[in-house]
């Protein structure tokens, strides 16, 4: 069978390979690392743009419940941590609308960018690889991926065949610092040319400790999760085509409610269908076709004390999308693509008082090319066109004692386009410029948002006439893959016209707007309201690996990262809830059986604020990590891996500037994790 040149290929190839089986001797053993950020299968050191790359074994040694937790001390990225189950990633800044998460190329069907109380109902424990990725190729994806794009990958539809018919693996873990226990295990067996997959996985946690107090733990901070899918996928000779099922359930608890008498969590489910598949073109114009759909079934209640639903939300989505590979036209090889995408918001009770029944329809093409200009200088260009209506209902409060709701229908036509220059040097370095102009249209939260949301502490407010956002941003990096030395570092600058944001207004509400000060006496909630300002984002985001002995295969060194982003509003003042900026080093040692590493992160205080946030203190989180290859003699020559892993060793208090939470919530103390892994 002839492996297609397609990002699900590569990723499949990469997998099979083990890449990752030693996090942290990746450089000495990894085979080229192919990432779906391009659909040509590019090579990490051929994109314009930075990808972060996250590895299974990165994955089971994190503690994080959610996509954001395992995400939030890469460079660049942070997370909400709103609750322990609902943590999302922010890039560079930019969070819920402007980073799409996704699965296996299709979003993730859920309502996470409607609050930050909502969780991604993607587990870690699930994903095979996680990427991120910026710059022109994320135009394929939508013009929400403004920020980025968080794919988390797996193998639920499967696309290459298992090594001798038959593969699987078994992981669990324990953490100490909230008695948490998590297991995961999955099956590929290959009958003739079609290949079944079965996952499963279990993750329970309690309250967690906080620092300095080891008796005392941070109330509500509890989760629940449990998963299972099925796929199967017939392997073509020029390809593959397949599906899969999954269900999704997760129930966490919400910190630091207004009553500490009457608590909230979430009970979250989702049963989500997937199909793909991938075709190779030995001869004519298309050298291959990438066809990908799924439908998504998702709902969530916030049930207080006494177990009743204060509010819920149904989410029914379905996305398609079609990309056709071209051989070179002229110069240019590429591709050309089409999506669809469905959403319907329903939400009752409290809920419904927030946001009333919105449907969102959006048509979209796209094209990603790119060209060699010669001696190591490659172009890549990205372009997309939308159409999108959004129809609800908003809340007219030109009255503020007599607010009435009323239908809304709103048509957006985003336009897009992004290029980027790729200069590979002798010696492996590969410098990269990017520039990107991208629209996008409001969220139906932002448009019509109308009345209370109990978990956050918020009276949100919407606006039915704001604009399309527009972000014109450049960037340039510079990086290196290589055994002895690597690194990763960029320099990028946004500004955005119309930047859509949540803006405190001192006001505070009860349950309805006629509570609202200074018109009503209401003080439980603090009043939001969605408005538009230019604003101007830049940063810096760097990372490196350094080896400095060697013995035999074996090879010690240091490592290093960096990264802030400073955000204002052009108005005057600053953008709410930005990252702080960081700084962090670290030894390692990797060998063949033992590997281990040691290292930190200092977050530095915030104190560049919106008028009405308050500082956020500076903390440093001392990490450690020991892994042991049980030898093959003892395991029946399958491999088995243990993991000793440590964080905030110091024990230190940690709040996190971006959080909502962040006054009255404490991130965990102390904690010792041990993880065991067979691959077999």
């Known amino acids: 069978m002839k492996r297609i040149a397609s990002p699900l290929y590569a990723a499949a190839s990469v997998l099979a390979l083990g890449v990752g089986s030693n996090a942290l001797a990746e450089e000495a053993v990894a085979p080229t690392l192919f990432v779906t950020a391009s659909p040509l299968a590019s090579p990490l050191d051929e994109l314009a743009a930075p990808v972060t790359v996250v590895t299974r074994d990165e994955i089971l040694a994190s503690p994080a419940a959610s996509i954001g937790g395992l995400l939030g001390d890469r460079p660049g990225i942070a997370a909400s941590s709103f609750a322990a189950g609902a943590s999302r990633p922010i890039i560079r800044g930019l969070d819920n609308m402007r980073v799409r998460m996704q699965e296996n190329g299709i979003g993730a069907g859920d309502v996470s960018s409607v609050s930050e109380d909502h969780g991604v109902p993607i587990d870690p424990l699930s994903a095979k690889r996680v990427e991120v990725v910026r710059g022109p190729a994320v135009l394929r994806y939508g013009s929400e991926a403004i920020g980025g794009v968080v794919n988390v990958i797996n193998n639920r539809i499967p696309t290459a065949m298992p090594r001798n018919g038959f593969e699987g693996e078994a992981s669990a873990s324990y953490n100490h610092v909230d008695y948490g226990r998590q297991g995961y295990a999955d099956l590929n067996v290959a009958t003739g040319n079609v290949v079944w997959h079965v996952d499963t996985f279990a993750r329970k946690t309690g309250n967690y400790q906080i620092p300095d107090q080891p008796t005392k733990r941070q109330h509500h901070t509890w989760t629940e999760s449990a998963g299972v899918a099925g796929g199967a996928s017939v392997l073509l000779e020029n390809g593959h085509a397949g599906v899969s099922v999954s269900h999704y359930d997760s129930e966490y608890g919400i910190p630091a409610p207004e009553d500490p008498a009457d608590p909230i969590h979430i009970e979250m489910r989702q049963t989500k269908l997937q199909a793909s598949s991938g075709l190779e073109f030995s001869s004519g114009f298309f050298s291959g076709l ?391």
């Open 290 to 680: 990438e066809l990908a759909g799924g439908y998504s079934d998702y709902s969530h209640g916030e049930i207080d004390g006494a177990g009743d639903t204060g509010s819920r939300f149904d989410n029914k989505e379905w996305e398609a999308r079609a990309e056709l590979l071209h051989r070179a036209v002229g110069l240019f090889n590429g591709a050309v693509g089409m999506q669809l995408r469905n959403r319907q918001i329903e939400a009752a009770g409290e809920g419904g008082e927030l946001l009333a029944p919105t449907e969102t329809d959006a048509v979209a093409g796209f094209i990603f090319e790119e060209t060699p200009l010669g001696d190591g200088l490659k172009l890549q260009l990205g372009g997309r066109v939308e159409h999108v209506d959004v129809s609800g209902r908003a809340l007219d409060v030109s009255v503020p004692l007599a607010p009435f709701d009323y239908a809304v229908s709103r048509r957006f036509i985003p336009v897009s386009g992004s290029a980027g220059l790729v200069y590979t040097l002798a010696g492996g370095f590969v410098l990269g410029a990017t520039v990107q102009r991208v629209e996008r249209a409001p969220d139906a939260l932002e448009l019509f948002s109308k009345g209370p949301h109990e978990a956050t502490g918020t009276f949100e407010l919407g606006d039915p006439a704001l604009d399309k956002e527009t972000a014109q941003s450049i960037e340039f990096s510079a990086r290196r893959e290589g055994d002895d030395f690597s690194f990763e570092a960029a320099i990028f600058h946004t500004s955005f016209s119309d930047f859509i944001y949540k803006r405190l207004t001192g006001e505070t509400c009860d349950d309805d707007f006629d509570t609202c000060t200074p018109h009503g006496a209401g003080s439980e909630l603090d009043q939001v309201f969605f408005t538009q300002d230019d604003a101007t984002f830049r940063g810096f985001e760097a990372a490196g690996s350094v080896t400095l002995m060697r013995w035999g295969t074996a090879r010690a060194g240091v490592t290093g990262q960096f990264d802030m982003v400073r955000a204002t509003l052009d108005a005057g003042g600053n953008v709410p809830r930005i990252p702080p900026m960081r700084a962090g080093a670290g030894v390692f040692y990797a060998g063949e059986a033992l590997s281990g590493k040691l290292g930190f992160l200092h977050a530095f205080a915030q104190d560049r604020l919106d008028a009405n946030e308050v500082e956020t203190g500076s903390y440093t989180n001392l990490k450690a990590e020991l892994r042991y290859l049980v030898p093959p003699s003892m395991t029946g020559n399958q491999p088995v891996e243990l993991a000793l892993v440590g964080e905030n060793l110091l024990d230190h208090d940690i709040r996190h500037h971006s959080s909502f939470k962040k006054n009255e919530v404490l991130q965990p103390g102390r904690n010792v994790r041990l993880v065991a892994t067979a691959r077999f």
